[in-house]
């Protein structure tokens, strides 16, 4: 018994060893730790530990990882903050809040309207900086961040925390690993540099960003108290004591809006230094293209005086000329222009105006124009005034009359055609005048910051009219300029006619736009024309809704919009190409002609595409319209889509060109337009028929001009049979050898028929022109005729032979003498 426990005992004891070894060996087969390798001691869960280590030579390849993930995490820490933005925005931004903080807290003195727009605008110029300084700040706290993240990941990896059990077996591996931890040590710290330093930036950009809002609630809460009291008594009546608020004296305001208006137009033109640039290429450009017209029609053109006398400015003056042109143009490049930028682009083009007009308008005229200047000076310098000075209001009184004189003048001028006005401008002399009544009743009704608003705006717009009108007079010039530059031969250029022609089109596009300009200066002169652009934007963009379609009025305008700019552009291309064919002398195959049809159908597509697009139309509303207008085809348009197929059909084959002497049918004439559904034809009476294309292919088409111009001439000349038909031969030969006429192929004179009363010679020769033949022909017969009379050639003509077989006295009728 006592040998059977111990023998159990044994046997349970090598068992429990056996077992302890067989769960060691299973454990290391699953999870193998280097022997090599020691860790220092971390709160971390055993079976955690297990998982995370890794061998000799993983940890070796993951050291060399981590190496390259810290030195492109040290480059975007290194990389230094763009605070080129935030340098320049956060100063403007506390030096606007300190200096428009005062004005508003400040209750003696009042703000006008004008002065507050102005603010508007340069918070808003502000705010635009600061955005994008706080958007470049929350890129980099997010670039930060996701680097604070993977050092992160790096310092917990436990290869940060492993060591050799012997550093003298692997030196290299044991520098490493220290390396490894002092970079990230380093990382680290220059990290958290950064990041307070992109959290200081960020919350001081904020705090900014509030108080800028706080101010702007606080600019449109002074406007629209403002607009409400703009119609309301604010001062004494005059014939009644003065009852004028306290302000500072006029040198005050005057000095104080300067340096504000200055200190706005600085910053406007340094936050749109690439709009400056644009303006600048453009001038020199236009400046550039205006010598070089004028210079090769002064070299090249045979007719060159005749063309410099059909133009007035760009010839004398076109440095000036391109001035006036880009400034008037310049505020649709400029988004938001404060009113001193306006103020100082059209002192610049009412300046270059006076010179313009020095030699074109009479004395009288200009001693007006000078006076109008002194008045629109200082109507520019009341109009930047910040604040209400009530001390204006004689001055302004005072002023309005005497403008109102200087308007009556003007006009009367107008009939003396020696003083030579410019076109439009008694008109805006007469709305002057309405304009400056209004400004003083209003000011003499207590109404002073209504009446200098009327008034001023009266002044400058009268003003801004006149550039506007020379403007238009520039632009007409400078096409014709090119349009005769265009022209190869130097001989060839625009018929009286056609220059007229070309003047009323140009005139009526050029017309529109300066009087888009002028609204545009007058609105925003009243200070109305935000709240204009405001409302009819909520008006346009609000959904209407027809059935279960919903639109709304912005869409539409932008739809038809778009088309008429195509249609426009598709009209004036081929209008020009007509008179460039027309007149030019180039071969057929040079000429435009009917490829133009083919931009014009260009155009219209691309046209009504990019309005579909840009108005929101979907392009399954598209095909249902297009399936509509099949099915319209099918029933009562095929004459229309016949036609317009037959143009692209002219277009591609060629059978006439703008200019191409042609018979269709009964109708002869010369081609003058080519159009999508129809054609014209100058007829030889001077009248335009219309003819469809499908017409022109269906029946049949004689051109005279398709290869060459020349033409064959046929004349019938009878002569007595008791001529020399040799000599007769021979003196019409003679007259056909004359310039004009061609001698290849020859002429021809053959002897034709036998006639009751003549012998009939049928002549033919040819012509190089076909415009021409009729004038040739007219000379030859000329010229035979006078040879066959001083060659006594007889030319018969019919003769009757009259038989009486009864004398009237056999009737008894009464004979008289010739004398009775």
């Known amino acids: 018994m006592r040998f059977n426990f111990y023998f159990l005992s044994v046997f349970f004891f090598l068992l429990v060893i056996l077992l302890s070894s067989s769960y060691s060996l299973g454990q290391e087969t699953t999870t193998s730790i280097d022997s090599l390798l020691e860790f220092s001691e971390q709160k971390v869960a055993p079976e955690q530990i297990l998982e995370d280590r890794r061998s000799l030579e993983e940890n070796i390849k993951k050291a060399q990882q981590f190496t390259f993930q810290l030195n492109r995490i040290n480059q975007v820490v290194n990389s230094p903050l763009d605070t080129l933005l935030l340098q320049e925005g956060i100063p403007n931004a506390e030096r606007y809040l300190e200096i428009v903080g005062q004005r508003l807290d400040n209750q003696d003195s009042k703000i006008n309207l004008r002065y507050l727009n102005a603010l508007e605008n340069w918070l808003n110029y502000i705010l635009e900086d600061l955005n994008k300084g706080q958007e470049n700040i929350n890129q980099r706290v997010d670039q930060l961040f996701a680097v604070r993240l993977k050092l ?14 012997d550093t003298t077996l692997l030196p290299g591996y044991q520098q490493t690993i220290t390396s490894l931890n002092d970079r990230l040590v380093k990382t680290d710290s220059t990290l958290n540099q950064e990041r307070f330093l992109a959290a200081g930036y960020q919350s001081r950009i904020s705090n900014l960003i509030i108080r800028m809002n706080d101010i702007e609630e606080r600019l449109e809460a002074q406007k ?32 104080d809006s300067f340096k504000f208006n200055l200190n706005i137009t600085r910053n406007y033109i340094n936050n749109h230094l690439g709009n400056n640039l644009l303006l600048i290429l453009l001038f020199g450009l236009l400046y550039y293209m205006s010598l070089q017209n004028l210079k090769k029609i002064r070299k090249e053109k045979e007719f060159s005086e005749l063309i410099m006398n059909r133009i007035k400015y760009v010839n004398r003056y076109p440095l000036f000329a391109s001035l006036i042109i880009i400034m008037s143009i310049s505020p649709f490049l400029y988004p938001n222009p404060p009113v001193s930028f306006f103020s100082f682009l059209l002192i610049l083009k009412v300046t270059i105006s006076g010179v313009l007009l020095r030699k074109r308008i009479g004395s009288n005229s200009m001693k007006i124009w000078g006076l109008f200047f002194a008045l629109f000076l200082i109507s520019i310098t009341s109009n930047l005034y910040w604040e ?50 209004l400004g003083i ?6 109404r002073f910051s209504l009446g200098k608003m009327i008034g001023i705006t009266a002044t400058l717009s009268l003003m801004h009219a006149v550039p506007l009108v020379i403007f238009v007079a520039i632009i007409r010039e400078m096409i014709y300029l090119q349009i005769e530059v265009s022209r190869a031969n130097e001989r060839d250029f625009t018929s009286v006619i056609d220059y007229y022609d070309i003047q009323k089109r140009v005139n009526r596009f050029a017309s529109y736009l300066a009087i888009v ?11 109305i024309l935000d709240s204009i652009l405001r409302r009819v934007g909520d008006f ?50 040079k000429k435009m002609g009917s490829s133009v049809l083919l931009i014009r159908l260009a155009l219209l597509i691309t046209g009504f595409l990019i309005a579909a697009a840009a108005s929101g139309i979907s392009m399954d509303k598209i095909t249902i319209v297009l399936g509509a207008f099949s099915l319209g085809i099918s029933f009562g348009l095929q004459t229309i889509v016949n036609n317009l ?20 049918g009964n109708i002869e004439g010369v081609v003058k337009d080519i159009g999508i559904r129809a054609s014209k034809i100058k007829n030889w009476d001077g009248a335009e028929v219309i003819i469809p294309n499908g017409d022109l292919l269906a029946q049949s088409l004689t051109n005279w001009t398709l290869s060459d111009k020349q033409r064959r001439v046929e004349l019938i000349i009878g002569v007595s049979y008791n001529a020399d038909m040799d000599l007769v031969t021979q003196l019409i030969q003679k007259e056909l050898e004359v310039e004009g006429i061609l001698h290849s192929p020859p002429a021809r004179v053959l002897l034709q028929t036998f006639a009751d009363n003549s012998v009939n010679f049928r002549v033919l020769f040819w012509v190089n022109d076909v415009d021409v033949w009729v004038i040739m022909r007219d000379q030859v017969m000329r010229a035979i005729f006078k040879s066959f009379k001083e060659h006594g050639v007889e030319i018969p003509f019919p003769q009757r032979d009259l038989h009486v077989k009864s004398f009237p006295g056999l009737i008894q009728e009464k004979v008289f003498k010739a004398d009775d």
């Open 224 to 255: 629209r108290l403002l607009e409400r009291a703009l119609l309301e008594k604010e001062t004494n009546y005059l014939w009644e004591p003065n009852a004028f608020p306290s302000t500072e004296r006029l040198i005050f305001i005057f000095r």
């Open 517 to 527: 300009i002028w609204g545009y200066f007058f609105l925003e002169s009243l200070g």
């Open 388 to 437: 209400v000075a009530y001390q204006e209001r004689w001055h302004l009184l005072i002023l309005g009359l005497l403008g109102i004189y200087l308007g009556w003048r003007m006009i009367s001028l107008e009939k003396e055609k020696e003083e030579a006005l410019p076109k439009y401008i008694p008109i805006a002399a007469k709305i002057y005048i309405s304009l400056s009544v």
């Open 540 to 589: 346009l963009s609000q959904p209407r809704n027809i059935l279960n379609a919903t639109f709304n009025f912005a869409q539409i305008g932008i739809f038809f919009l778009i088309i008429y700019i195509a249609t426009f552009l598709a009209n004036s291309i081929a209008y020009f190409t007509q008179i460039r064919d027309q007149q030019s002398d180039a071969q057929r195959s």
């Open 645 to 664: 197929v037959s143009g692209v059909i002219l277009a591609f084959e060629k059978p006439i060109q703008i200019g191409d002497t042609v018979q269709v």
């Open 152 to 165: 992160d990941s790096i310092k917990r990896d436990e290869l940060t925390r492993s060591s050799l059990r």
């Open 441 to 446: 009743l209003a000011n003499i009704l207590g």
